[in-house]
Every structure is written in C-alpha cells, then in structure tokens.
C-alpha cells in the first residue's frame, strides 16, 4: 500500500496542475469549450484525492492531520471539494482558477515536504481534537473561498470604475453575485471557526495545563474571528457592503494565514506542530 | 444554377440613394407580384433601411441583372441612380452574397441579428405571395441554417453595439437582479425613451421618469406603465433609485457631485449607477471619485461598444467558415439535382424495398415459386419505375441543367424520401 500512497502524493500536485491550466485555459478562451470536460477532470482530482486520504488513514491508522503538511493536504482538498460544490450549486465557471490555484499550492507543499508519521503525540489521539480539526478545515477553506471571491470583487470593482473592460469583466459574474459569494463563504467560514474555537478552548487546558492567553495562535484566531464577526454583523445590519465589506473578509484572511505561519513556523506556540 | 441578384446597398451608395430606394412591405409584395407577372419565375425582394436586393431566378433565360435593376428603378422614378450603385451576383456568388447578408458579417453594424429576421420575413411575404418554388424554398432553409449556424457557434452576434444596449449590458454587470431594483430616467425625450424601454423590457423591478415638461413625463409613463416624479422634487428622492439615467438636453448640469454624495450617505453606502447619456453632460462626472458610485457617460459606454466591435470583427472568419461549408452544402444538393444520379438513386430504392420485403415474406411461398416471386416484383418494379425514368431522361436530354429539370428532379427527390443533401434531413441526422 506505501509504494500506491507515494504514487498517489506524487500524482496528486501534478492533477491538481493539469484541473488548473484547464479551468485557465477555458478561462482566457472564454468559448467555454471545455465547460464540462474541466468539471469531470476536478472531479476525477477530487476522487484520487479521496481515496488518497483514506489510504494515509488506514496505513497510519491516524487521519492526515497531526502535523501541518497533512493538514495542508486536506485544505487543499476541502477548497477543491468546496469549490466544486460551489460551481455545482450556482453554474458560476469562470471563477475556477482563482481558487484551485490555492488547492495546487497546498498540495504541492504538502507533497514536497509531507512525512510518514507513524508516531503520533500522545495529545493529538483525541475525539475533540479531531472535531476541532474537522470544523477548523472547513473554516479556513471557507474564508479561502470568501478571500478569493472578494478580490475577484475589487478586481471587476476597479475594472468598471476605471473603464477597463478586460478578461475580469467579461468572464466575471456581476458584482453583487460576486459579493454574495463572498458573504455566503464568509458566514460558513465564521460558523466553523466559532465551533472549532469553542471546541479547542474547551479542549485546550485538558491538554495543556500550562497554556497562556496571549500565545500567538489564540491571538490571532481571535483577531480573525473578531474581523469576520464585525463584517458579518455590519453587512447583517445593512450599514456595510461592497468594497468596505469585501476588504474586511480579506484582512481576515489575510491575519488568518499570517497567525498560521507566525503559529506553525516562527513562534514556539501550543499549537505548533512542526 | 440561375439565380440572379441586383443589390444596392451601403457598401454601394450613400444613404439618400439607399432611403430613396427603400421599401415598405406593403410596396415589397405589390412590387413581388409585379415581378411574379413580368420577370420572376421564384424571387424575393429584401428591403432594410441599409439595402434593397432583389434575389431571383427568371423566367427568361436571357433575363439580365440590368433588367432587374430597370424594373425595380421604375418603380421609382427620377432618382438620380447609375449602375455604379448596384451590385450584381449570380448563380453561387449570390447565394454566398445571400449567406453573408443573413449571418451578419455584411451589415453595417457587424453581427446585427436583426437582418437575420428581416430576411426571414422577406422570404415569408415571397411564400405568403407564392413567389417562391422549390429552389427558393431551398435557398431559404440553407440561408437560414448559416445565419443561426452564425448566432450559436460564434460570436458575431455578442455584446453591446449600441449606447442604450451597452449601458443596460454594464447595469447587469454590477446587479444581479434588475426586478429588485429602481431606476430613475431623467430627460423623456427620445434618447430617454429608449433607455426606459430597455430598462422596462430587461424587468426592472421600479421606473420612474421625470421631465422638465410633466406632460411629456406622464405621456412616457403612460406608454411605459410606469410612475413619474415632478422635475423640481426629483433630487429630494434621489436616494431612492439603484440606477439614474439622464438623458437631458440641459446645458448645464443638473446632478452635482454634492447631491449623489448626500444620496449616498442617505442609503448607507448601498450602490447607485449613474449613466449619464446626454450631450453636453447632466450628471457632474467627479461624481465618479466616490465610493459605491459608478458613473459613465457616452465615452466610457463607447469603449465597450469599441472593445464588442473589434470582437465581432474578429469573428468574421469563423462565420466565412460556416458560409463556406453551407454554400458547399447547398452546390452539393444542387448537383445532387442531375437526371442520371437521380435515376440510379430512385432505382436503388426501390429495389432495397423490395429485396427487403421479398426477404421477410419468401418463406410464405415454396421454393420453386420463390424464383418466380423474385422475377415478378422486380418486374413489377421495372414497370412502375419506366414512366419517369423516361420522363427525367427526357427533360435532362431536352432542358439540360434547368430550372425545370432541377424541380422536377427535387420534387421526386423528396416524394421519395432520397434528398440526402436536403438541410433539414442532414440536421435530423445531427
């Protein structure tokens, strides 16, 4: 099974490149040739990589997510399934591109620098923990998702102020659809972190007794949940939209990847994994 | 192939000439049976504001395109008209000339679908008025088919060309759902007029007009079904409406930047478009520095309808293509119309039908007579098939390659079902 699961990681970058130069391609044609062969081929991706999840699980006996290599390889799926989704639900197929460009970073990052970790800390075999991972995914490729649409939003935004109608505003959908999907990803976004934040904070002190609330990653999390919760409730109480809310959503994502990495990669954080 | 054309259009004269020379549809159909008595044996009269052709195949053989465009001058008399106005076309030059008109790439404004329904009327009055036979007819579901090939397999036909076209095209690329939205047109002259209608015909949830002149405003809100608000209470309620139109003949501004500024803090920052259409401007353009406001004028609707264009002009190959394929299509039906090719088809099928009805059934007769059954049928056959085998062999032997021979060799055709090259039958089997 390891030879088929080095394959698999091997394969999965290159599949992810290929969905992406073919959603590009159709993108910069326009004429929609390949409308429905781009989707099948998303959707042969979305199944290898399935099938390349559920093998890790079963021959590490762990799922991918004690440490931020696996982790990465489950955004990237879930921003590609979501995606997916998205374009099943509202037929908008111009927007490709821009997101699964995030699912073939993940992927290729994950594929690059991924280990096999057969020795999982003692504090990672936990039920909570793993409804707190679930939640938390979700989350981060829902803000994901809601980033991309609000800056595909202030590109067509700028495109039509500044009266250059170029590949944006033809293959673009109109600004409102591009808000809502932003708003919309947005709430899922939030609703997700808010679980996944109660879950740890609940979860936190049984781990780590000795914790601080002025670590890096509880900071962060709650800078980005204060964002997206201000943004959320102005556009709910109709005094902000449009460009002022769109560019909420992507400090928030922003502050978001930036927590990860300060978390993950420089500061020494209970939540670092690497 | 007989077809004659006399066309005169903008790529021949100037428009008081092409005016002049137009036809109502009243004047096309006296005008078609006039010419179904003296010249046409099939023809049609096609007359836009932009050309007058007259498509025909003559009674006379030795009919000429002088005499066409002779008997269409007559009709009106005195113009100051010479040959270097006029287009002449025949045979499949005409019929490519035909193709290029109804797909669009002939017009002036490149890819106006609207030919596309003013050729299909003209063939219908030539039907109505049974100008038309069995190659017309041909000629029309062949033409037709290029121009709908046109429409769905390219471009030629996409975006705004027109300022009225390209605002509401722009519009629709800010708001999603116009039935949800409100709009104020100021200024109910014709430039106005037009802007509501697009507006009313695109489902606009709320239109309200105003005018300097109530009268005019209610006229159009009459007309439109729509309400209409007082010229001095106008800026009062600006806030109100998703999308302002002005199209004034005002000299000087009527909107400021001051007045969309406060509209906009009145509706909390909600998007407003501001399409400015009128010559000299209503609507301060600095309005366009604010947030949440789009404003264009007719410069910045021209460069859409500049870019859409350059876009159909890049199309044009793709649609020579397609005449080039369905003028292919229709020579190759054309040809199929020969006497001898014909002959040995008809005879084909029928023998098919009975070999294969001799199959099912010989094993209802005993083997001797299953020889007899054979020579019988086929006999049978021979007999039914001599008549017109002789009358098609004589035709073509008499009138080669005429009208005659070719309708009377396509009626047959499709009698029997064995027109292979007939659109229709090849879009069934796509």
Redesign the interface.
Known sequence: MKPFIDTLNVLLPILYIITFIIYSYDFGRG?NKYANSKRLFLFITLLVHLSYLLLRTMKFEHPPITNVFEIFTVIAFAIAFSYFILELLTDIRGTGPFIIIFSVLFQTISSIFITDEFFVKEVLKNNLLGFHVFTALIGYSAITISAVYGFLYLM?YKE??T?R?GLI?ERM?????LE?LSFYSAVIGFAMLTIAIIIGLIWLPQAFPKFSFIDPKIIGTALVWILYGVGILSKVL???????LVAILIGGFLIAILSTMVTNFISQSFHSFY | MNILTVAINHHTAPVEIREALHLNEDEVRALTLKAKEKIFKEGFILSTCNRTEIYCIPKNLNTLHKDIQDFLLNEKPGLNVSGEHFQYFSSTDAVKHLFSIITGINSQLIGDNQIFKQVKSSFQIADDLQSSGFLLRHLFASATHAGKRAITET?ISEGAVTISFAAVQ?I??????LGKKTALVIGAGETGEIAAKHLRDRGIGKLTITNRTQERADQLAETLMCSTIPFSDFKKQLHQFDIIISATSSNDLILTKDDISTSIKTR????IILMDIAVPRDIDPES?EL??V?Y?DID?LN??IE?NLKKRHSEIPKVEKIIKEELEEFSSWYSSLDAAPTIRTLREHFENIRAEEVKKNKNKFTESDQDKLEIITKRIINKLLHHPTTELKKAAEQENDSAITKTKVGILKEMFGIDQHHPENNEKEK
């Open positions: 004429n067509l039509i102020k009266n109608f505003y959908p109109n600004l409102e659809v809502q109709g005094k902000w939209q449009g460009k002022k | 471009g722009l629709e690329k800010i708001f999603s759902s909390k920052g909600s998007t366009k947030d949440h789009f264009k910045s460069i859409i870019h």
